[in-house]
């Protein structure tokens, strides 16, 4: 059985220019998956050629959503202010889950699995989905009692864990459902996240600004960080968090990041080491809305962080300084301006110099992929996904970058696939 703690150990372990080199494919730029699909689709079809889709959904008798995922209809997009890229090309809808009543507040896909969806509600259930070649809800994980804040697989996808704002972060069996821990927070917990090369650390950012880091086995509170932010700036709290190697980067409501270098000694965490904090761009207090971290970006040639707001900003940092854990920022563009918080994440990457694109859902109800290579001329529309009937609010890649899952505010998850033909 593959150690997957050790493989992610030792990979963290190596640096950038190493991580870089196995993260893309040598031949011609591309990465494994764009170039494996880019040969088999040309001897299956020759070189296709360049075609612009949209999908959209038709409304049930009733008024509301659809619970067929083969009812859509296509039709051209010529207001889009850019062509599709071939890459971000899309075939359709694959699945449409419709079992929530209430909003979909998070939704994320398991690691190496195109087949494993997680979700949770307003109402504090969690749902664990197969995505076959239909689609199956295995378990509906009922705890939390107020509203499901963040998500997060564990590495080899035994366990999910699930933040909500009641004040308490629990971690299940993936495989059966079973309740295996409840952590309490000292506030409603906003986000939480396993640690990336110490699975059995869990650390959870809370309403209040504060940082905490449990251990899985024992279920005790190891470690504690408070956040006092800067001037007369009250009512601090972790927004959005994401993880890589040995930093841990945090996001507060007032749109600055923290980045912390996790300390490990013997596979215990010694202490969290305050290293940088960047101020929100452009001056702008506003709440974040997500924080993802990719480990190489076309713009920023290297390690990068994509932080939206409440504002409508998209902001994009590279790490500039990994020992200091220093950000700069490269792009910040404006997208329409949510009622809510709505999340965004990298789009995959083809080839590696191409422009860097984004994926986030938008109070219209479509889901949007925009360039932001150019800050200049704004977040550029490239693609827009018509089919959900509510604002859409959070959205995930699967792992083989062919499904793209995407939830809003009436409970609806739909389950979008790029076009085979066209992932070059």
């Known amino acids: 059985m593959v150690n997957v703690g050790l493989r992610a150990y030792i990979w963290h372990q190596k640096s950038t220019e190493e991580q870089i080199a196995r993260e893309f494919w040598t031949l011609n730029q591309s990465t494994y998956h764009g170039y494996r699909d880019y040969v088999s689709n040309c001897k299956e079809h020759g070189f296709p050629e360049q075609q612009v889709l949209q999908v959209q959904r038709r409304p049930s008798s009733a008024g509301g959503p659809s619970v067929a995922a083969s009812e859509y209809s296509v039709s051209s997009m010529a207001s889009l202010t850019s062509q599709v890229p071939t890459a971000y090309s899309f075939a359709g809808m694959q699945h449409i889950l419709e079992d929530n009543e209430v909003r979909v507040t998070v939704l994320k896909f398991g690691h190496l699995s195109s087949d494993l969806l997680a979700y949770g509600s307003q109402d504090g259930v969690v749902r664990v989905a197969g995505l076959g070649q239909t689609c199956t809800v295995h378990h509906v994980l009922k705890q939390h009692q107020r509203a499901v804040s963040d998500l997060d697989w564990s590495l080899d996808n035994t366990f999910l864990l699930s933040a909500g704002l009641e004040g308490s972060v629990t971690m299940w069996m993936a495989a059966t459902g079973q309740l295996l821990r409840i952590f309490l927070t000292t506030s409603p917990a906003c986000c939480a996240k396993f640690h990336l090369v110490n699975q059995n650390l869990i ?17 005790k509170l190891a470690l504690t960080q408070a956040f006092t932010g800067s001037g007369n700036v009250p009512g601090l709290s972790c927004s959005a968090m994401a993880v890589s190697n040995n930093l841990l980067y945090v996001a507060d409501n007032r749109g600055c990041i923290y980045t912390l270098r996790c300390d490990i000694k013997n596979g215990m965490l010694q202490s969290l080491v305050l ?87 938008g109070e219209d109800t479509s889901v949007y992929i925009y360039d ?45 696939k790029r076009d085979p033909h066209r992932t070059t």
Not at 306 to 334: H, P, Q, T, W
Request: hydrophobic share 40%; aromatic share 6%; glycine share 8%.
């Open 203 to 219: 650390i959870a950012g809370t309403e209040s600004g504060v940082l905490q880091v449990f251990n899985c086995s024992t279920g």
């Open 275 to 361: 290293l940088t904090r960047t101020p929100a761009p452009s001056g702008k207090l506003s709440e974040t809305a997500s924080l993802v971290y990719s480990p190489y970006s076309s713009i920023a040639r290297g390690q990068a962080l994509l932080m939206s707001s409440l504002d409508g900003s998209v902001s994009l940092f590279k790490l500039a300084d990994a020992a200091a854990g220093r950000l700069e920022l490269i792009s910040n563009c404006e997208v329409p301006r949510a009622a809510r918080k709505i999340r965004a994440t990298f789009c995959p990457k083809v080839h590696i110099t191409e422009a860097e694109y984004i994926v986030m859902g």
């Open 372 to 416: 932001i290579s150019k800050p200049s001329q704004g977040a550029l529309v490239v693609n827009q996904l018509q089919g959900h009937m509510a604002p859409v609010v959070d959205v995930s890649w699967s792992y083989n970058e062919v499904l793209l899952a995407s939830c809003d505010c009436d409970g609806a998850v739909i389950v979008w």
